[in-house]
């Protein structure tokens, strides 16, 4: 069929300029001299303006057109891509070109003047970079969608068939259940391992560990790789080539480890996904919040679990014989466990994680009805703070100016971390079905958890939705009742 | 002026796929994951064809074509640039495109083809392919200039206004003076050393001393970065971004030594451009053999020297007690500057170095005149060897099939390797009427060294010729007297 070669080589295409702006990406934040920026910036401009004369071409647009008109005949795989490639494309061609310029220009603008903002503890000075982003993304939601609410609309976008009505009860029973009961919790944790956590642990020999987790979690060398970045994340192009980095915090060594391991739960998900689906736009992850349930399953559910350090305390113990003298298996499991009322949502534990996210939810919900005004927000912030957590923010850097997203114009993303960390519990009680996880983790057989996972979900990539997925996974739709089960009975047995 | 403008658009477009291609060649060379080659070929397929296009496009030939007519009333730099392009263009333009595409294949299974062969020590099975890349080297350097001797347009490409004129002399100069004396030296020398040279030196501590040579040489690491690969390189993009790489060999701790001040040459070159030629063809030092005389410079004039290892001894003491108990500065000075006999290129010391070059331009010149066939060829290699340095290699892999340049098409390239180190003496003694080099080594104040080789060298780029650069330093055309001064001075005090 002539259209859907022409569909495929345009897609190719595409893919390889695509290809080239991650492999920019990855140099440059690993390792790229600071000086290299002008150059790369300017290279960037270059092909981007290529790629999107091609995203825009009217043959592109004409060739998708067309496969839309007959996608009930295409068969499953293709319909589904062609569905994904006109979502993308009316994203694109609502939009009139000088206002997505001004838009590029703004979010370029608005990360600087956030990092300095946050710096200066200057809220005021980036506020009005915030309410112009808030207002772009609204507009941009409104002509994709006109109507919608345009924040179901930026929902979607991070998590297919997400919307406010979903969320709001998801959150809504945090808040009801989850929220006194990690008051009692907090008001159980003490400082009993704050020595060894904050003890001094040497780069090189935190790297030698990561490494060592690396084979743990059988992850495929040959096709990735571990380096270190400021902000540890995950970066594939194909299931042959997937990398991920962690950092090294000499006095905060479960840093490194915990990053490694949740990199490594996103990583092993896009090294094992069907290479079927390699060059089309069904390669991938299939979305945030499924790939947040695979990071945080890895991270929390195995790496946080007693069976866990039984199995791999002995090589931390090898290779920190002084810091580790008198550390047995159950100290490490309390001590990587640790629950606090702290106010940087990355340096959150599992437990009290979720009220940052219910935070900023909350928050975003009212940003985009118009309901709260930029100038209302550090004091709204702070509040919620108080009200989830007990505890209030000295100051707007550690408060509502603490993370990137929203300068970067992300509204509806802060969600899919929760979700994930829900997702991940929903899976967890449907793997205890067919697998004894404690009894593999404790065997170091992880490669049987990794079986299980890809045949359930890697495999599929993109080609299914989160919702199909986790229906077909656990057998029901989602439901937030297995996350909160989960940390009730973690959190209990360890603290109550 | 508006044709000017279209020129320097089409460039800039040029290059960012240029750049590109350097992006992911680093990658590919220093770290990328085993399995991810494929996907990077078919991108990297997907983009040359782009490149090609924009490169012969009858846009950019009309562009390059119409300034060419009006050169003499440009600017200098953009008369020199334009000259460059024309030159450029000519030698894809004449070559029929079937033609190039079955070279490019060859190439690319050639270097395979000569992997296995070396590996398997098998000459026959790649003899095929290299009478071959012999014919299209040649087909093609006439289809550029009918009228010359094709092995002069090829040593020219590598080496702008060199031809067999002026290598014959310098070989044939080197063979008379050179060959007897290293004979001579050859006899002297001893193993006094071998247990130090082998010792076991750790990988990691290695690297820790490569990182200090970094300021010893005064790279800016704000503009470059060192790694590891399996074969050391230099990479660039701009001045900006200068990336080198060095190797770990346990039982061999000169070998990662020498390679990084010899790529530390390469890349203080590239990082003292001046950035006024920043994304034009001027960029980029000027040819193979002035920036192999500015690596051999470092490599042997410097790091070589008695006073580097008074300066820098200290610091390996420090990181290498045990190995260098008895090691003085005099010591070391000996054990780095060991003369042997040896059959393999990449590994032959400073002094019995040119003489493998001196085989090679011999045997190039007499396969591109057709005087000898490759079935003739391991013989003639052999005997050559045995003429040389009296040493006869016992197959194949360690005789002809030793390098990797002819299965790339290379031919005409290895002379530069002996050039540079000619320029590099010649470009020394005209140093030392300005600086007392031995002085700013011993104090470690090898800024001065940089600041001389930038203003004299380094800051102009691509902006001036190898005869024009090697004239204007040294007041003279280049002269071999120098080089073969530089090695007897030097060997006859070491070894006579």
Redesign the interface.
């Known amino acids: 069929m002539e259209l859907a070669k022409q569909f495929r080589n345009m897609i190719?295409?595409m893919r390889?300029y695509e290809?080239?702006f991650s492999?920019?990406g990855?140099?440059s934040n690993t390792?790229?001299?600071?000086?290299?920026h002008?150059?790369?910036a300017?290279?960037m401009g270059?092909?981007s303006k290529e790629l999107f004369a091609m995203q825009t071409s009217k043959e592109y647009q004409d060739v998708v057109n067309q496969l839309i008109d007959q996608v009930d005949s295409l068969d499953d795989l293709l319909a589904r891509e062609v569905k994904k490639a006109k979502k993308n494309l009316d994203k694109v061609v609502n939009v009139p070109e000088s206002e997505y310029v001004e838009y590029m220009k703004l979010v370029q603008l608005s990360q600087l003047v956030w990092e300095d903002a946050k710096e200066n503890n200057d809220y005021d000075s980036f506020k009005g970079n915030l309410e112009q982003l808030i207002e772009f993304n609204k507009k941009f939601a409104l002509y994709y969608a006109p109507d919608k609410d345009p924040y179901d609309t930026l929902l979607d976008e991070y998590e297919d068939g997400m919307t406010t009505k979903e969320y709001d009860a998801f959150f809504g029973q945090l808040k009801e259940e989850l929220v006194p009961f990690v008051r009692e919790v907090l008001q159980k944790t003490n400082n009993q391992y704050d020595h060894f956590i904050n003890d001094t642990f040497n780069a090189?020999k935190q790297e030698e560990y990561c490494d060592y987790l690396i084979d743990v979690i059988k992850f495929d060398?040959?096709?990735?790789?571990m380096?270190k970045s400021v902000h540890p994340f995950t970066w594939n192009?194909?299931p042959?080539?997937?990398?991920f980095t962690t950092r090294y915090l000499e006095n905060y060594v479960f840093s490194s480890i915990f990053a490694a391991i949740h990199e490594l739960g996103h990583a092993t998900y896009e090294q094992q996904i069907s290479t079927e689906f390699?060059?089309t736009l069904l390669s991938g992850g299939t979305s945030m919040g499924i790939h947040e349930s695979q990071s945080r399953f890895y991270e929390n559910t195995i790496g946080r679990s007693l069976e866990f350090w039984q199995a791999h305390l002995g090589k931390f113990k090898e290779i920190f014989p002084h810091q580790t003298q008198k550390i047995e298996p159950e100290d490490m499991f309390k001590a990587v466990n640790k629950v606090e009322a702290s106010l940087i949502r990355v340096e959150a534990d599992e437990l009290t994680y979720p009220m940052h996210i219910m935070l900023r939810y909350e928050i975003e919900r009212l940003l985009m009805s118009g309901t709260v005004s930029v100038d209302e927000l550090p004091k709204l912030w702070d509040n919620k703070m108080e009200e989830y957590l007990g505890i209030r923010p000295a100051n707007n850097s550690e408060g509502v100016l603490q993370d990137v997203h929203w300068s970067g114009g992300m509204f509806g993303y802060f969600p899919t971390y929760a979700l994930g960390s829900a997702y991940s519990a929903q899976i967890y009680y449907a793997m205890q079905k067919d697998l004894d996880l404690s009894q593999l983790i404790l065997n170091n057989q992880l490669e049987e958890v990794n079986a299980w996972l890809k045949e359930k979900i890697h495999k599929y990539g993109s080609s299914k939705t989160p919702k199909e997925i986790l229906l077909e996974v656990t057998g029901e739709e989602f439901n937030p009742k297995y996350y909160i089960q989960y940390l009730k009975d973690k959190y209990t047995k360890l603290y109550l």
Do not use: C, H, M
């Open positions: 190719n295409k390889a290809y080239v492999v920019l990855w140099d390792e790229a001299p600071r000086e290299s002008q150059l790369r300017e290279v270059v092909l090189k060398r040959n096709r990735g790789l380096k192009t194909s042959q080539d997937v990398r390699d060059g």
